[in-house]
């Protein structure tokens, strides 16, 4: 049969049209049948033409899963990220129940129940992906100024692996963070970093300068605020530590004084984390001098200790083991130290209780505010180096 002209195929296909769409399946091939063999056209092309709009036939459907995490709910899990210091996947599912709790019960956060729900159930490795376009790299550096202390130094002993018992909460290292700046001449603030080994709580304290004196009163009041007693305390062997205040007050209190190997900061590597995690990612490298600053200083420590020990989770190491050259390291699931306290069996009910009371009473965003209003004023005391 001879191929119907160009003005016969098009008022052929428009007769079929309203046809074609109100057919069913068997019908709408007979009809392709019809089209085709009175206009020539391949199959393919008749059905194209009979479409609703002249042109497709029917809309494809789109390859793949509905998208499960919306715009909202990046939103909302991005201002939860930022709430919990930028924290990694693991660690940010760790801690989001109690962060987002309490969120919730300040009326931080404005979500559809959808939203929360999903935020609750996340995984970590979908956080990450989710988090990736807006994670930012952050490198600082800066200067180490422990100088050895020889007083004392033969009735102090060096602590080993195994001398301690990390399960029970008490045992802490301690360092001190220099804020100096560019240079390490004259004084300048310091921070003391006291770290539990156990359930990784810490607090921190600005200090006027390195002497004995303010350090270990320093080191005296973070006592008084632990939510245990000090039962070990492992320095370096800075003159700041290895001295007689300090070495009096172990002994009078029945504390095991303890100092790490020289040049091994490994030795100390929970307290060394954390000058990094809770010190240098919030305060920087800056040099800070006098009392004002010292002030300014402990007034953001005074939030940031709340904070890091109630809402960011930290993961733990649990073991080594060595596959061949390399050595694999093996943790548990991130835990907040405040959750880590709850759960261990020598710390007291009164005690669990006070730290409970403490948790609910807690609004992370306006800890969060209160230092960086803090974190402000210290900024207007920060020296400025002239370079010689």
């Excluded at 006592?223 to 370096?236: A, E, M, Q, R, T």
Aim: proline share 3%; aromatic share 8%; net charge positive.
């Amino acid at each position: 049969m001879a191929k119907a002209s160009m003005t016969t195929r098009k008022e052929i296909i428009e007769r079929q049209k309203t046809a074609y769409a109100k057919a069913e399946k068997k019908e709408k091939g007979k009809i392709l049948d019809n089209v085709c063999l009175n206009t020539g056209l391949s199959r393919d092309r008749a059905k194209r033409l009979l479409g609703k709009n002249g042109h497709i036939a029917s809309k494809k459907r789109k390859q793949g899963r509905i998208t499960k995490y919306d715009a909202a709910f990046v939103t909302a899990l991005e201002k939860i990220w930022a709430y919990m210091d930028f924290a990694c996947g693991k660690r940010l599912v760790a801690g989001m129940n109690d962060m987002l709790e309490a969120l919730l019960q300040c009326n931080e956060i404005n979500a559809e129940p959808e939203t929360i729900k999903n935020l609750r159930t996340v995984s970590a490795a979908t956080a990450d992906r989710l988090l990736a376009k807006a994670r930012k790299g952050l490198q600082l550096k800066g200067k180490s100024t422990t100088k050895p202390g020889t007083l004392l130094k033969k009735d102090i002993p060096i602590r080993l692996g195994g001398e301690w018992d990390d399960a029970i909460p008490g045992f802490v290292e301690i360092d001190l963070v220099a804020h100096c700046g560019e240079t390490t001449a004259g004084d300048y603030v310091n921070t003391l970093d006291v770290t539990d080994v156990c359930t990784g709580w810490t607090e921190t304290a600005a200090v006027l300068n390195k002497a004995q004196v303010h350090v270990f009163s320093a080191l005296v009041d973070i006592g008084k605020k632990l939510p245990f007693p000090y039962k070990g305390i492992d320095s370096d062997n800075g003159s700041e530590f290895i001295n007689g205040h300090l070495y009096r007050y172990c002994k009078r209190n029945n504390i095991c004084f303890t100092r790490s190997r020289p040049y091994r900061k490994n030795d100390n590597c929970h307290v060394e984390q954390k000058n990094w995690h809770v010190v240098r990612r919030n305060i920087g490298y800056n040099r800070y001098e006098g009392l004002e600053a010292v002030s300014a200083m402990n007034e953001y420590y005074a939030s940031l200790r709340l904070y890091s020990n109630y809402f960011l989770p930290q993961a733990k190491l649990t073991a080594k083991i060595r596959v061949g050259a390399k050595v694999q390291k093996q943790y548990d699931i991130p835990k907040t130290p405040y959750r880590r306290l709850l759960e261990s069996s020598h710390i007291t009910p009164e005690v669990k209780e006070k730290l409970h009371n403490t948790f609910v009473s807690l609004n992370p965003a306006a800890l969060k505010r209160d230092m960086a209003c803090a974190l402000g004023r210290l900024e207007s005391f920060r020296v400025h180096m002239r370079n010689t």
